[in-house]
T-cell receptor, first 114, second 110 residues
Framework: DTEVTQTPKHLVMGMTNKKSLKCEQH?????MYWYKQKAKKPPELMFV???????INESVPSRFSPECPNSSLLNLHLHALQPEDSALYLC?????????????FGNGTRLTVT | RKEVEQDPGPFNVPEGATVAFNCTYS??????FFWYRQDCRKEPKLLMS???SGNEDGRFTAQLNRASQYISLLIRDSKLSDSATYLC???????????FGAGTQVVVTP
């Protein structure tokens, strides 16, 4: 069982919808991440939060808006998405963002944009 | 040139056999290295960190060759449950940023 919990597991949304993905961890990790993964490709980094502050935004379109309400929670707000945004969205956490902290992934939200 | 490269496979391995594959990285300043496994339509799961002196976890052995800039993973006595995609992950000089290889697919057959 994963110690990083993501909800929902599956999401279908239209291009005009607004939805949010949620991620929670209780391992005391201080770095949290959003990744996007397309079929047969490796995960692509979207955002990194370190100590609840956004530290990396990999030039992600503004239709994706991250939020870190506290050290245990990470949200990804979605608005006006495109069909090509359909993918597996993975949340991850690590003890911190130092070199030796491996990532622990949640089981992902499979998003379909219609 | 990609920062992290892996042979995509598939490596078809009879049950009980040994399989090994490498991952090369381009940034000589890379500091940390990990192997993850990912099952179809599931999240990546940490298999093992890779240490400079090499390390072993049960049937899995990881090695780091800094001179040639590659890491390797060896699986002994392969089980059907070892069938997965193995992702090489390298953490370099960018704070918080990891580089993922595209993965090596391993298929263990009865």
């Amino acid at each position: 069982d994963t110690e990083v919990t993501q909800t929902p597991k599956h999401l279908v949304m239209g291009m005009t919808n607004k939805k949010s993905l949620k991620c929670e961890q209780h391992m005391g990790h201080r770095a949290m991440y959003w990744y996007k993964q397309k079929a047969k490709k490796p995960p692509e980094l979207m955002f990194v939060y370190s100590y609840e502050k956004l530290s990396i935004n990999e030039s992600v379109p503004s239709r994706f808006s991250p939020e870190c309400p506290n050290s245990s929670l990470l949200n990804l707000h979605l608005h006006a998405l495109q069909p090509e945004d359909s993918a597996l969205y993975l949340c991850a956490s690590s003890q911190d963002s130092s070199y030796n902290s491996p990532l622990h992934f949640g089981n992902g939200t499979r998003l379909t944009v219609t | 040139r990609k920062e992290v490269e892996q042979d995509p496979g598939p490596f078809n391995v009879p049950e009980g056999a040994t399989v090994a594959f490498n991952c090369t990285y381009s940034n000589s300043a890379s500091q940390s290295f990990f192997w993850y496994r990912q099952d179809c339509r599931k999240e990546p799961k940490l298999l093992m960190s890779v240490y400079s002196s090499g390390n072993e976890d049960g049937r899995f052995t990881a090695q780091l060759n800094r001179a040639s800039q590659y890491i390797s993973l060896l699986i002994r006595d392969s089980k059907l449950s070892d069938s997965a995609t193995y992702l090489c992950v390298v953490k370099g000089d960018s704070w918080g940023k990891l580089q993922f290889g595209a993965g090596t697919q391993v298929v263990v057959t009865p």
